[in-house]
């Protein structure tokens, strides 16, 4: 399995014959596709939903990211809220960054300390 892939396959345990095999990411997705966020903003949470959680990004962003922040944060403010989940899910919840210093440089700066931080 590919851990970068936006749409992993799940575990065939999941499977039935009577619906399709979903993650709890994907559901978040389709519920708030329905309740009148954009496919857009919808696909955006769903992916910073699924990075938290699977890449374990520390306690406090977990809780920035959680289904009901995230998602009042997307509907209300839809400008800061692509603006924020763009750079966390870049950054792998603020872990790393790209050096800026050479045009196409692909180097990864580690942040270090940034889980340690107790300035929450």
Do not use: Y
């Amino acid at each position: 399995m590919n851990p970068t892939d936006p749409n992993p396959t799940p575990p065939s345990d999941l499977e039935t014959d009577d619906e399709p095999p979903c993650w709890e990411w994907d559901l978040w997705e389709a519920n708030a596709i329905k309740r009148g966020m954009s496919k857009e903003m919808a696909n955006l949470g769903r992916a910073v939903i699924r990075e938290a959680g699977q890449h374990s990004w520390c306690p406090q962003l977990r809780c920035l990211c959680s289904e009901e922040v995230l998602e009042e944060l997307l509907l209300r403010s839809p400008d800061l809220a692509k603006r924020l989940c763009t750079v966390l899910l870049e950054t792998d919840g603020l872990r790393f960054a790209l050096a800026e210093d050479e045009p196409g440089s692909c180097e990864m700066i580690e942040l270090a300390g940034f889980e340690q931080s107790s300035n929450w």
